[in-house]
């Protein structure tokens, strides 16, 4: 598997979901388990089936976030800089509209548009990476546009 980028923050939340599902609902699945066997009858027991079914759910996001976990590569916080990079908080202006709006340069296991964080393999984020502030720069889009680079940190200016 290749490396997944994620900020310092995002390898919490990954470490926090893996310790909750093993330390909290994993056991819990476990003895829902315990419980409907105890019902007698398997073949047309629909308890069972469910709690089988989450637990087949639960192992399967636990092995995954091993897997994620393992290959993680944490995205180092550079400070302020006039490079665009993985993990920086980037001013852009678009050209079209006029607008400006502040992101987060994630991997894809951290991104989330709602949040204003975007993953390093979207069209925007290829395109900005490695240019400069005040550099106008295309988007090869479905519908290609410029953005101009306003800023670039590590820190969000929204906060």
């Known amino acids: 598997m290749e490396k ?3 900020t ?3 390898f919490d939340k990954l470490n926090a979901r893996l310790r909750e599902l093993l330390d909290v609902i994993q056991p819990k699945v476990i003895e829902e388990l315990k419980e ?3 019902q007698g ?3 047309e027991n629909a308890d069972y089936d469910a709690a089988r079914k ?3 759910e639960v192992d399967a996001e636990i092995k995954d976030l091993q897997l994620k976990i393992e290959n993680a590569e944490i ?3 550079k400070g302020s800089t006039s490079t665009v990079n993985l993990g920086n908080y980037v001013l852009l202006k678009f050209s079209f509209n006029g607008k400006e709006e502040e992101y987060q340069i994630v991997g894809s296991t951290e991104s989330n548009p709602n949040e204003f964080k975007i993953s390093n393999e979207c069209a925007l984020a290829k395109a900005i990476i490695g240019h400069k502030i005040g550099d106008v720069v295309a988007v090869k889009a479905n519908t290609p546009y410029e953005v101009t680079i306003l800023s670039c940190s590590a820190k969000s200016k929204k906060n």
Do not use: H, P, T, W
């Open 41 to 43: 009858d398997l073949s």
């Open 54 to 56: 989450r637990q087949a």
């Open 4 to 6: 997944i980028y994620v």
């Open 36 to 38: 409907a066997r105890a």
């Open 75 to 77: 995205i180092n916080d």
């Open 8 to 10: 310092k923050e995002g």
